[in-house]
């Protein structure tokens, strides 16, 4: 029964010195190289030919392996410590040893990250104390949605690192220490700040494998007072003759059926998409809303199969109502909630899980779930459904006490039966990480299509 639930709603500084590490499985981050020097590797952007100054990213959420709690004397050091602006904190952790490795990611909405600077050790300046008494990275990587790995290293007494060289589309962005430097008195392992950079929305140019067509979208304001981040959208060369192929082939690109948001908005930008027909959406009754064919405003109602219509993807991008207007919550819950998605439509239960409060979430009926419960039961329903994936169409959000909270407008699949729900949402504002998931009125009962 729970298993059925969870198909239903969806079970779901400035650095002084430069250094790099050469590999054949990852791409070395250096001084700015020539595109001689770096290839562009697929999933990755050639650097802009544009001198516009890189823009810094705010994460909507930071993880970690772990970090040191509150103690007699100090307090804790957690991993949004190392994304506060400041040098007088750190994340800590302490050294794991054996096959696994510490480690910091960062989430936010997609952007095209083209430089990240890490402030290695604790104390507010290498000359402090506390750094060389404390352990800090000596070789670590950095990993994104997609593309190779980037490469950093540091000497002894180095606290300043820059990457660069590179330029990559990605909503994630994951510190990996390879290799640490002992600490003379004490073995915890300290960042004191990480700042990703990216390319200004204007100069940056996706590429998108096998397109035909392709628009990027600045974050801004869509229909009905909604917000929505930046993404790109592309058409390819085919066509399909259903909502559902359509949704198939987005998603064999790793990217999503165009809500009628995003469709909107990247008209908008590139009247061209207009030209063809496109499958975007169905309605509760389990018809299919098609845009285009001459303007942008041109929208029918229709069959959710029959005429053989092109195909138009976007990236994850999902559009965020707020009363009143607050874009910083817009952005927050857009990310996290593409976050999920992403993650129940890859089928990755480790990564639910890792979006999950420590302390436990309410799941639909069971009051509260471990991370490691909820892994467990998607696990069980990514088995017993392997064309599970789920489309939110929009939301609204608000800040409640110490949480957001989100209702969403969803289309989703499971066992070849299609249904269109409003999922239930909500975080902890402190950690962004989920406290609940649930869900409202049933929309569209499940059925064929």
């Known amino acids: 029964m729970l298993a059925g639930m969870i198909a239903l709603g969806v079970r779901f500084i400035g650095a002084r010195d430069v250094t790099s590490a050469a590999s054949s499985a990852a791409l070395t981050a250096s001084a700015m190289p020539s595109a001689s020097q770096h290839p562009t590797a697929p999933g990755a952007l050639a650097p802009s030919a544009s001198n516009a100054p890189l823009v810094p990213i705010r994460p909507t959420s930071v993880t970690a392996i772990g970090f040191i709690h509150a103690r007699a004397g100090e307090g804790a050091h957690p991993p949004d410590d190392a994304f506060d602006g400041r040098l007088t904190t750190a994340w800590q952790v302490k050294l794991v040893g054996g096959a696994q490795r510490e480690w910091i990611e960062a989430r936010f909405s997609r952007a095209h990250v083209a430089e990240v600077r890490v402030t290695l050790g604790v104390g507010d300046s290498a000359e402090s104390k506390y750094f060389l008494q404390n352990a800090r990275p000596a070789k670590f990587h950095l990993e994104f949605d997609e593309g190779p790995n980037v490469e950093g290293e540091a000497e002894r007494t180095q606290r300043d690192v820059v990457l660069r060289g590179f330029n990559v589309s990605t909503t994630r962005m994951r510190l990996v220490v390879d290799k640490e430097w002992p600490g003379d008195s004490w073995q915890d392992l300290g960042i004191t700040e990480i700042e990703i950079l990216a390319a200004p929305e204007a100069t940056a140019r996706r590429q998108i494998p096998d397109a035909t067509w392709s628009v990027t979208?600045?974050?801004?304001?869509?229909?009905?007072?909604?917000?929505?981040?930046?993404?790109?959208?592309?058409?390819?060369?085919?066509?399909?003759?259903?909502?559902?192929?359509?949704?198939?082939?987005?998603?064999?690109?790793?990217?999503?059926?165009?809500?009628?948001?995003?469709?909107?908005?990247?008209?908008?930008?590139?009247?061209?998409?207009?030209?063809?027909?496109?499958?975007?959406?169905?309605?509760?009754?389990?018809?299919?809303?098609?845009?285009?064919?001459?303007?942008?405003?041109?929208?029918?109602?229709?069959?959710?199969?029959?005429?053989?219509?092109?195909?138009?993807?976007?990236?994850?991008g999902i559009a965020v109502r707020t009363t009143p207007p607050d874009y910083d919550l817009a952005s927050e819950v857009s990310a996290a909630l593409g976050a999920l998605e992403a993650a129940i439509d890859h089928h990755d239960s480790p990564a639910v899980a890792r979006l999950i409060d420590e302390s436990g979430a309410r799941f639909f009926l069971v009051k509260s779930a471990s991370p490691p419960q909820i892994r467990s039961l998607f696990d069980e329903d990514f088995q017993k459904s392997p064309d599970l994936w789920a489309l939110h169409d929009g939301c609204h959000a608000e800040r409640v006490d110490d949480s957001w909270k989100a209702e969403c407008r969803k289309v989703a699949q499971r066992s070849g039966l299609v249904g269109v729900v409003t999922s239930l949402y909500s975080w902890a504002e402190k950690t962004k990480r989920l406290r609940s998931i649930a869900d409202g009125p049933i929309l569209r009962k499940w059925g064929p299509l």
């Open 217 to 316: 979208v600045p974050a801004g304001g869509s229909g009905g007072g909604a917000w929505s981040p930046s993404f790109a959208a592309a058409r390819f060369g085919i066509t399909t003759r259903s909502y559902l192929g359509a949704v198939a082939e987005c998603l064999r690109r790793d990217l999503v059926a165009c809500s009628e948001a995003q469709w909107e908005r990247a008209c908008d930008s590139d009247r061209a998409l207009a030209s063809a027909e496109a499958w975007t959406s169905i309605t509760t009754d389990g018809r299919a809303i098609i845009r285009g064919g001459g303007a942008c405003s041109d929208r029918k109602v229709t069959a959710p199969s029959g005429a053989a219509l092109g195909v138009v993807c976007c990236e994850r």
